[in-house]
């Protein structure tokens, strides 16, 4: 949580962070499973007369290896770069690796937090956050990992107490 401890103001306190779900590495996952299925089928069609299936499986595996690396990797910079959190003060939402996209919204401003899940989201508790200011946008946080225990830590109200 590099970004969110840097944009702290003097006194501002960091009330709950949050981060990706892991959800996000789904899409690689599956690639790696398709890949491990080209790979024994590869090595199961090596023993038989047919040659070329065996190298065309090959091939295909080593794309879709190549494709569940990228998919992996692009999901671990995603979650790697993405920072959520409620301070006393603020929500304060931050993602990029090189390029920056950031929402930073005082708590005074926020006039709803809508919470969607899906079914998977409900099992596995994650979801999209839409966060809702006065005379502002909206701004969908998507695949955030415990989407109501974060929406509670932003309407919980005066922090001054905690």
Request: net charge positive.
């Amino acid at each position: 949580m590099n970004y969110v401890r840097r944009v702290l103001q003097p006194g501002e306190r960091i009330i709950y962070e949050s981060r990706l779900h892991p959800v996000i590495f789904t899409r690689a996952v599956l690639a790696g499973i398709v890949c491990l299925v080209l790979i024994v089928s590869a090595i199961y069609e090596a023993g038989s007369q047919t040659q070329y299936l065996s190298l065309a499986l090959w091939i295909a595996a080593a794309i879709v290896g190549v494709l569940a690396a990228w998919a992996g990797l692009r999901a671990y910079i995603r979650r790697a770069t993405t920072e959520f959190a409620v301070t006393d003060q603020r929500v304060i939402y931050k993602t990029g690796l090189l390029g920056r996209h950031t929402l930073e919204m005082n708590c005074a401003k926020v006039e709803s937090v809508d919470v969607d899940q899906s079914i998977p989201g409900r099992l596995f508790d994650y979801g999209t956050i839409i966060v809702r200011g006065t005379g502002g946008s909206l701004e969908p946080i998507r695949h955030i990992a415990a989407p109501l225990t974060f929406r509670s830590h932003i309407t919980a109200g005066d922090y001054s107490r905690i």
